[in-house]
């Protein structure tokens, strides 16, 4: 099972991918909305998720603690990994 | 000196299909952002700024044409000494208001200028600046761009020189993409029809009056309000899908009272397609995506999850950036063709039952033009007319706002007022 800072460093890569950051990277305890995304750029987060780790986190009650930052929607990922 | 050509995306192009199919009934395709000002702001510093904003925009006084070569159309900047069209009104009371706001809608933008503006001045001493869009060369994100370098441009602070518009495309040779978007439109069309039949509106042979709007303003309180019921039902970020859920079971509604036999009704959504630091001017940049509401779906909880499901299919087969890519094969065709393929054919001789344009992301950073200082900023757009009536919602600042817009002849007033008011009524 990965651990925080892999998932991390994966989501951060993601989100300089979707957001079209360039060479930024951002920063892990933003909140997501702050970043930048949106409705539309989160489901693509969560798409690019499903397809890495298989877990449907759309699905799974996210709470706007869990999109308070990077660092949190890679916590969640993880605990909801352990249970698998 | 030469220009450079603007080529149009497959989003221009379909912009100038719903133009050709609106022009048709009475009104261009067209847009107003109403900037609400706490007082009248300095007409001559508004010219002023007219006059300027066409050198970072030149595409504002530009003619639609098509290369000789590869027959793809495009924006043909004409140089221009006049100024951007700007009038003075006065509004003695809240009737007066909204009919000049109706005028200004329905009017056609005059020569080969994409933006008008027009000066409302209202007794109590409070004013508004409209500016009108030719949609078919711009959308409600890129026009708050443009109103923003505008409000900069009447400031000391001059506007960067990145705001500059530059030429994109042509896009002529991405054969490959072009098909592969085709071939995901189609699977996707295909799919849908498992949904059922959408009801309509628009009686068969019917033509669409002049453009109408009722507006809904919201402040601080009862956006925090809205937001904290999405949150809950929806999850957190998930309010276009929300709002989206709730027109739709106020249009389902209107439906069924109405009597209308039908299995769903079908709302195109429009969806900002703009990412990344700078944010691109270019021009259209949004993306249709269809959601289909089951009739069956009675509460607001059943149909969010329903939507919710569909948005996940949708972005999963990357259908909104195929929208962008998929219409430039039928460029070489001439409009009126090529028109009758998106706005005659889909979903009983309409685009949807209803549409939707959500503009959340907020370009406007200035909070002063001319002097006044900006309460509010307001997207009012035209609808095609089919299908005739379409709510629309942005954010600025504290504020949240709502617009039902449509067309005389398809909806009624009270029944555009009941589908505005669904947004706020309580849905178990």
């Known amino acids: ?84 | 000196m030469k220009t450079a050509l603007h080529y149009h995306n497959g989003i221009d192009y379909a912009a100038s299909w719903l133009d050709f199919a609106s022009r048709a009934e009475s009104v261009p395709y067209q847009f107003v952002l109403e900037l609400e000002l706490a007082s009248v702001p300095d007409e001559n510093t508004i010219r002023r700024a007219a006059s300027e904003i066409l050198s970072f925009f030149p595409l504002i006084h530009s003619r639609r044409a098509r290369n000789m070569l590869n027959i793809a159309p495009y924006q043909r900047i004409i140089p221009t000494d006049k100024t951007i069209p700007f009038d003075v009104s006065e509004a003695k009371d809240e009737n007066t208001y909204d009919e000049h706001i109706r005028t200004f809608l329905n009017s056609e933008i005059s020569g080969d200028f994409r933006l008008a503006l027009r000066l409302i001045k209202n007794t109590d001493g409070t004013s508004s600046l409209l500016f009108k869009f030719d949609h078919k060369v711009f959308d409600g994100a890129g026009a708050e761009i443009i109103v923003d370098t505008f409000c900069r441009l009447t400031h000391i602070e001059k506007p960067d020189e990145s705001f500059k518009q530059k030429p994109e495309g042509p896009w002529l040779n991405e054969w490959k993409t072009q098909f592969m978007a085709g071939r995901t439109f189609n699977r996707h069309k295909i799919a849908s029809k498992k949904h059922g039949i959408p009801g309509v509106f628009t009686e068969e042979g019917e033509s669409a009056g002049k453009a109408d709007f009722i507006t809904l303003r919201l402040g601080r309180d009862e956006k925090k309000a809205i937001e904290a019921q999405s949150d809950e039902i929806a999850g957190p970020m998930m309010m276009s899908v929300f709002i989206v859920a709730k027109f739709g079971l106020a249009v389902s509604e209107l439906l069924r009272e109405k009597g209308a036999a039908s299995d769903c009704c079908a709302i195109p959504v429009t969806i900002d397609l703009r990412r990344g630091q700078p944010t691109p001017v270019m021009m259209n940049h949004w993306a249709p995506v269809t959601f289909f509401m089951p009739s069956g779906i009675k509460t607001i909880k059943e149909a969010t999850d329903e939507l919710k499901r569909q948005f996940c299919e949708i972005m999963r087969i990357g259908y909104p950036e195929c929208i962008e890519k998929v219409n430039l094969l039928t460029r070489p065709l001439p409009l009126k063709i090529a028109s009758k393929f998106f706005t005659s054919n889909i979903f009983r001789a309409s685009t949807g039952t209803a549409v939707c344009g959500l503009a959340w992301q907020g370009h406007l950073a200035s909070k002063s033009i001319a002097g006044a200082e900006i309460r509010n900023l307001v997207h009012i757009p035209v609808v095609p007319p089919k299908p005739g009536i379409g709510l629309f919602s942005n954010i600025s600042g504290e504020n949240i706002n709502f617009v039902a817009s449509f067309r005389t002849g398809v909806i009624e007033r009270n029944d555009a007022r009941y589908i505005l008011d669904g947004i706020t009524r309580k849905t178990e």
């Open chain 1, 1 to 84: 099972m990965p651990d925080i800072a892999e998932i991390e460093k994966y989501l951060s890569s993601e989100t300089s991918v979707i957001l079209r950051l360039g060479s930024k990277i951002p920063a892990c305890d933003t909140p997501l909305k702050s970043l930048g995304y949106n409705s539309m750029s989160l489901v693509e987060l969560l798409l690019s998720i499903e397809r890495r780790y298989g877990i449907q986190l759309l699905n799974k009650g996210l709470t706007e603690k869990d999109l308070g930052g990077i660092r949190n929607l890679a916590q969640r990922l993880h605990s909801e990994l352990a249970q698998t």
